[in-house]
């Protein structure tokens, strides 16, 4: 059974990018979720897909946007990146239905 | 929103010791979920507890589901040096908050006692 991988493992950016990240379900999932990470903090959630639909979303401005395919795997994407955005972000998968998630290995994000 | 606060924030340990943190919150959950981080990498799910008063081991590892549902547990017996990390607790956001929103603690800190 694989799990949930992702893409790049880091990732150097300016400000005023705009970047991609990419992320595959585990085998049997097709619900994914996203997630910020700030040095020292806990997750963040910013949004999840379910059937390709955004299906949830915290409390994140539009420049972040994502995509699921039919194949469930996912891409979140952050247009104009600010400082702040530097983070771990993380991606997590789930049966549906099922409150249980699980992470892949993250991609950090270096804003500068 | 719900918030998850997890006590200690931080802990030492000596190998053999037992390790006991918690998790609390004002407002009910249905699921209680324990994740392990090692620095720079992705929470690895520890233990799930999906009904009140639950207890579940995970070889050295024991949670609870408190029967209030407002509170969780996980104890570490015989500790040993790989136990080092950040042990997050997380629910699923209940009342009125976005669909798939895990709410986490700020986690505790596991070191090595020097």
């Known amino acids: 059974e694989t799990g949930v991988t992702q893409s790049p493992t880091h990732l150097i950016k300016t400000r005023g990018q705009q970047v991609t990240l990419r992320c595959s379900s585990q085998s049997g999932h097709n619900t994914v979720s996203w997630y910020q990470q700030a040095l020292g903090q806990g997750p963040q959630f910013i949004f999840q897909?379910?059937?390709?639909?955004?299906?949830g979303r915290g409390n994140f401005p539009p420049r972040f946007s994502g995509l699921q395919f039919p194949n469930y795997s996912s891409e979140l994407n952050v247009n104009a990146l600010e400082l702040d955005d530097s983070a771990l972000y993380l991606c997590a998968s789930s049966s549906p239905g099922r409150d249980t998630q699980y992470f892949g290995p993250g991609t950090r994000l270096t804003v500068l | 929103g719900q918030q998850l606060n997890q006590s200690p924030q931080s802990m030492f340990i000596q190998e053999g010791e037992d390790v006991s943190m918690n998790c609390t919150s004002s407002?009910?959950?249905?699921?209680w979920l324990w994740y392990k981080q090692d620095p720079g990498e992705g929470p690895v799910l520890l233990i799930a507890?999906?009904?009140?008063?639950e207890l579940t081991s995970n070889g050295r590892l024991t949670a609870q589901f408190g029967i209030t549902r407002k509170d969780s547990f996980l104890n570490i017996s015989a500790s040993i040096p790989s136990d080092v990390g950040i042990y997050f607790c997380?629910?699923?956001?209940?009342?009125?908050?976005?669909?798939?929103?895990?709410?986490f603690g700020k986690g505790t800190k596991l070191s090595v006692k020097p």
């Open positions: 897909y379910y059937r390709e639909e955004e299906n």
């Open positions: 407002s009910i959950f249905n699921t």
């Open positions: 507890l999906y009904k009140a008063g």
């Open positions: 997380a629910g699923p956001e209940f009342y009125g908050g976005s669909q798939g929103n895990l709410i």
